[in-house]
């Protein structure tokens, strides 16, 4: 009787009509699922009380946070942390229910804040549901007036109801128990957003416990190329580095997974330290790893290749998504100090490079910078070679530069210290070795070289080479102990591997050489410049009897000079030796233009009868015997007039004139 007459709606009691009575029993009778009443105070505590989607812990870190009522999960379930709100509808023990809350948030890993307790909020939020159901069911149905304005009144009624639950449940959460790690806290707070933040900071706290670690934050990729681009004296020594604990944990972390074959990856160690207990930004252990690199601590492999510690795309291969799977981090072996000693020592003997870092990625930086420059001197020498002169030192410079080479190649520190260290006779064999080459290629004064200048052993060697190169071509007309003895020693320090120390000897062995030339020159011109003589002569017996010999004198004349000063400038045997041929030649030429331009003349001057064509050949005595046997009697004499008849009849055809000098 007192539900249908009367209704309480709040405060407030309220006398109610027939209609109205029929509308609160409709009401009352309406089903409400535990589970939407539930789903509703979720709403209520999450979306209108505590309404920001993650937790401030400070300005550095925001936590998102599951978020459970009772057995109700909203939104996804796979943060560090959680708030669970338990109701009266959760199931506990009543005689135990501290100790299963306690157990809970131990299982759990969540804040427990139990409004179990309280039950005035449920009513509410339960009539509020059955005035949502009668309304939605009744929306589509035409009443009457008097019941329209029931339902005007009961979704009034339905907006009370929920301010109301609001309220009751702030209340209740303002003096409700919470749970954290089997403990339940003494919060001071009562506003029920600072206690639910008071309960997450302390849940933060105790789940990332290591949080602290890392008192400088990384703010941006422009600092970590900051950090790369520091001088390892710039960096700062461990017991000033606000960010020690952080730098000591991954350190430790690679150092111990190292030891047992783990591998570690940027992915890996990012996946590590974003997570409890640590929970660090990615921007901040990137930082972490860029010095312990930057420090030599570790080493970057990618791809197989450790990467140089100056190499500024290191920023990428920590923070790129392409990159960081890939990229191995491992513990740095510490260099032993006679790998150190042997390089710094190698330094000052090949490169005259005495002021060296002390960390060994600087010293590696430098050894590799010199051994390039040496590389590139190396190949620059060697291009000399491709010509046909055969230098000393192409079996040292080609050892040299696969040495440099294998070291260039290096990118591991440890493997590069250890690997000079090995090699270092072959450093020093190429040392002693190379000085010589390059004192004779380029210009060396003062023990200094000058590598714009051609050195003057080299300068010595190619005249050499070319006075060699005279002697093969004209060997055959030098007929002279003198000169074959000189010639025998030039050859033999050219042919040496090591002929520094008596190219000094050239120069007097090439002096000898040129004035043997001169002579022997000399003598072999002197019956040639005669045979060019007399067949000029015989040229110009030929033209002296003619009427138009102006014509021809002074091309006659000029070419024979020619002939003559070619001898007199000549350097080469064979090309004395060949002048006798060629002034034959320049003289049947000239006879030949001569007696045409004779018989052209005759016949010009014959108007009798038919003109008739007369061909003129000259042809040499010298060229028609040549190649004949040596005349020692009389049948040899009349075997060579027999073989001339024969050859001259060969030639003399119909209105033919041979011209015989």
């Not at 021809?552 to 004395?576: C, M, Q, T």
Request: overall charge neutral; proline content about 2%; some cysteine.
């Amino acid at each position: 009787m007192r539900q249908t007459l009367i209704q309480k709606n709040g405060e407030e009691y309220v006398f109610l009509t027939n209609d109205e009575q029929d509308v609160n029993r409709e009401i009352n009778n309406m089903p409400v699922d535990i589970g939407k009443v539930t789903h509703k105070i979720s709403e209520i505590i999450f979306d209108d009380i505590y309404n920001g989607a993650k937790f401030s812990y400070s300005r550095r870190y925001q936590f998102t946070f599951n978020k459970i009522v009772d057995d109700r999960t909203i939104g996804s379930q796979i943060n560090e942390i959680g708030v669970r709100v338990i109701t009266p509808s959760f199931e506990l023990s009543r005689d135990s229910s501290e100790a299963e809350l306690k157990l809970l948030s131990v299982r759990e890993g969540n804040v427990i804040l139990d409004i179990s307790q309280d039950y005035s909020y449920l009513d509410e939020i339960e009539n509020m549901l059955k005035i949502d159901e009668y309304l939605r069911i009744k929306s589509g149905i035409k009443s009457s007036a008097a019941v329209e304005d029931i339902k005007v009144k009961k979704s009034r009624e339905r907006g009370e109801r929920a301010k109301r639950a609001k309220f009751l449940i702030e209340g209740s959460m303002e003096k409700a128990p919470i749970y954290i790690n089997g403990s339940l806290v003494d919060i001071n707070e009562k506003n029920p957003i600072d206690r639910m933040n008071s309960g997450l900071r302390i849940l933060v706290n105790s789940k990332y416990n290591k949080l602290n670690y890392v008192e400088k934050f990384t703010n941006s990729v422009k600092e970590l190329y900051d950090i790369v681009d520091k001088k390892f004296n710039q960096m700062e020594i461990a017991d000033t580095n606000p960010n020690k604990l952080a730098v000591d944990e991954i350190q430790n972390h690679i150092q111990i997974s190292s030891s047992r074959n783990l591998q570690v990856t940027v992915k890996t160690v990012l996946a590590k330290f974003s997570n409890p207990p640590y929970g660090w930004k990615g921007l901040d252990i990137a930082a972490v790893i860029i010095e312990l690199f930057k420090k030599q601590c570790i080493k970057v492999i990618l791809n197989g290749e450790v990467i140089s510690p100056n190499d500024r795309e290191i920023v990428h291969y920590v923070t790129k998504r392409e990159y960081v799977e890939r990229t191995i981090l491992k513990i740095r072996e510490r260099v032993s100090q006679k790998y150190v000693d042997t390089v710094r020592d190698l330094s000052r003997d090949i490169f005259n490079f005495l002021s060296l870092p002390s960390d060994e990625d600087g010293i590696m930086d430098i050894f590799k910078g010199e051994c390039k420059n040496e590389l590139s001197k190396i190949n620059e020498m060697l291009v000399k070679f491709s010509s046909r002169t055969r230098y000393p030192g192409e079996e040292v410079l080609q050892l040299g530069k696969r040495l440099f080479q294998k070291i260039m190649e290096i990118t591991d520190t440890v493997e590069f210290f250890k690997r000079i260290y090995d090699l270092e006779e072959n450093f020093l064999d190429y040392e002693d070795d190379v000085d010589d080459i390059k004192a004779f290629f380029y210009k060396k004064e003062n023990g200094v070289i000058d590598f714009s200048s051609t050195g003057e052993q080299k300068i010595i060697f190619d005249r050499a080479v070319e006075k060699l190169k005279n002697y093969d071509v004209n060997k055959e007309y030098i007929i002279d102990d003198d000169m074959n003895v000189i010639m025998k020693k030039i050859r033999e320090i050219l042919k040496m591997k090591r002929p520094y120390s008596r190219i000094h000897e050239l120069p007097v062995l090439i002096e000898k050489y040129n004035d043997k030339v001169v002579v022997l020159l000399e003598e072999k011109s002197i019956p040639i410049k005669e045979f060019i003589e007399k067949c000029r002569d015989q040229v110009f017996d030929v033209l002296k009897t003619c009427s138009f010999k102006s014509i021809f004198e002074d091309k006659v004349r000029g070419e024979f000079e020619d002939l003559y000063n070619r001898v007199e400038s000549a350097d080469n045997f064979a090309v004395i030796a060949s002048m006798s041929d060629l002034a034959e030649k320049v003289k049947l030429k000239w006879v030949k233009i001569i007696v045409e331009e004779k018989v052209q003349k005759m016949q010009r001057n014959n108007d009798r009868g038919p003109e008739i064509v007369v061909k003129i050949k000259t042809l040499s005595m010298r060229e028609l015997v040549k190649g004949q046997k040596i005349i020692k009697n009389v049948q040899d004499i009349d075997e060579v007039v027999e073989f001339l008849r024969g050859k001259l009849k060969e030639e003399l055809k119909d209105n033919t004139i041979i011209n015989l000098i």
